[in-house]
Each structure stands twice: as structure tokens, then as C-alpha cells.
């Protein structure tokens, strides 16, 4: 089945970046789109950005467009999402999703999370 | 603040019927479809209803979705205690050019 793995949690100073990683099992990513979205601490979800694994095109929210970066590997069928100058209100659970047939937003698969905490 | 709106809470007993309601403006819900998910504590949103009123395989028959205008309304009948959770709503923004969520619904049986 269908499966999204995610890398584990990670600590970072304000200023720092982050890389969390993606791996897709069941299918290939090349077939769908990738999407990530957040969700602070008792707070809603936020869309982040994505990328259509077909082409390698991105398209990302506003709020994130100078300093997120959304790639993928292929050969190993992961996905990356890399966030820059961090600060505390990028504390949050950050999710990888399946977009289904490339139609936003329409998320048939999720990761589990990883934990991006964000303190000096 | 979200560009959708959705009420914080709602709630019913067992065996009732819960509405959840989504209200959005015309450049997305108005003109695109909704989608609506299920997230339980600690766990990934899961999908329950996309393209208004569709559901994935799994999903059980008393959830339903609809939509008139600029909103869109999840139920759910019978509600049973692991019906818990909070339920989002989302859609695709044509101003904003990306997906927008609602706040997120918590549902209390």
C-alpha cells in the first residue's frame, strides 16, 4: 500500500534551516504531485507549496516563496522541503501529502509529521 | 485567520446528526471544488469528502458533503464516539493561487 515516510524531528536555533525528507513507498513519485503543509501548535493547517514530481515544477504560498525550496530525488523516490531563517512561528508539524492526480487540494496520502521546533 | 470559516466546535449525541458548515467567497468555494478532512489527535489528516460530495472508498455512507454558492457543509449521521476529531475544510483559491483550509471544526460526541 501506499505509504509516506517522514524523517524525525528536528531542533533548530533562529536564523537556522531545516530539511525534511519524504520517502514514498507503494507507487513512484513521478505519477503525482507532492505537497507540504504545517500545522503549529494547536492551530489549523497551512499550505506550504509543492511540486509536480512530473515536470519538477514548484508553485509555493506567498508567505513561504523566498525562503522554501521543495525538490525531489528520484532515485530514491523522496521528497525534500527546506525552510529557511527559521523563527519560533515555525514551530510546527510539518506533513508531506500525495496530491492525487496532480488536483489541489485533494491529499489522498499523508505522512506522518515531523516536528520542527524552533528555540534559542 | 483563515480564508475559510468554520465554526470552532460543534456537538451531538450518539446517534444524532452533525453539520458542520464551511463558508468561503467567490474565488474558491464559490468556483472550485471542496474537500474536507478528518484529523484525530496526534494523527494526519485523512481525506473524507472531495469534489463537494464524493467519498473515498472506506468512507462510510452517513458522511456527506454538499454545497450551495460560496459554502459547503459536511454531515454526519449517527455520530459515534470515535467520530471525535476535528474537521477541516478546503479548497483551491484563484486569488491566492494555492489551496486554502478552513480553522478546523472540533466535533464533540
Known amino acids: 500500500q501506499i505509504q509516506l515516510m517522514q524523517s524525525g524531528p528536528e531542533m533548530r536555533k533562529p536564523g537556522a534551516s531545516v530539511k525534511v525528507s519524504c520517502q514514498a513507498s507503494?507507487?513512484?513519485?513521478?505519477?503525482?504531485?507532492i505537497s507540504w503543509l504545517r500545522q503549529a501548535p494547536g492551530q489549523g493547517l497551512e499550505w506550504m507549496g509543492w511540486i509536480s514530481t512530473f515536470n519538477g515544477g514548484t508553485n509555493y504560498a506567498l508567505k513561504f516563496r523566498d525562503r522554501l525550496t521543495v525538490t525531489t530525488d528520484t532515485s530514491t523516490n523522496t521528497a525534500y522541503m527546506e525552510l529557511r531563517g527559521l523563527t519560533s512561528d515555525d514551530t510546527a508539524v510539518y506533513y508531506c501529502a500525495r496530491i492525487y492526480g496532480s488536483e489541489l487540494p485533494w491529499f489522498d496520502h499523508w505522512g506522518q509529521g515531523t516536528l520542527v521546533t524552533v528555540s534559542s | 485567520q483563515s480564508v475559510l470559516t468554520q465554526p470552532p466546535s460543534a456537538s451531538g449525541a450518539p446517534g444524532q446528526r452533525v453539520t458542520i458548515s464551511c463558508s468561503g467567497s467567490?474565488?474558491?468555494?464559490?468556483?472550485?471544488?471542496v474537500y474536507w478532512y478528518r484529523q484525530l489527535p496526534g494523527a494526519a489528516p485523512e481525506v473524507l469528502i472531495y469534489r463537494d460530495d464524493q467519498r473515498p472508498s472506506g468512507v462510510p455512507d452517513r458522511v456527506s458533503g454538499s454545497k450551495s454558492g460560496a459554502s459547503a457543509s459536511l454531515a454526519i449521521s449517527g455520530v459515534r464516539p470515535e467520530d471525535e476529531a476535528t474537521y477541516y475544510c478546503a479548497a483551491w483559491d484563484d486569488t491566492l493561487s494555492g489551496p486554502v483550509f478552513g480553522g478546523g471544526t472540533k466535533l464533540t460526541v
Open positions: 507503494g507507487y513512484t513519485i513521478t505519477t503525482d504531485g
Open positions: 467567490s474565488s474558491n468555494i464559490g468556483i472550485k471544488f
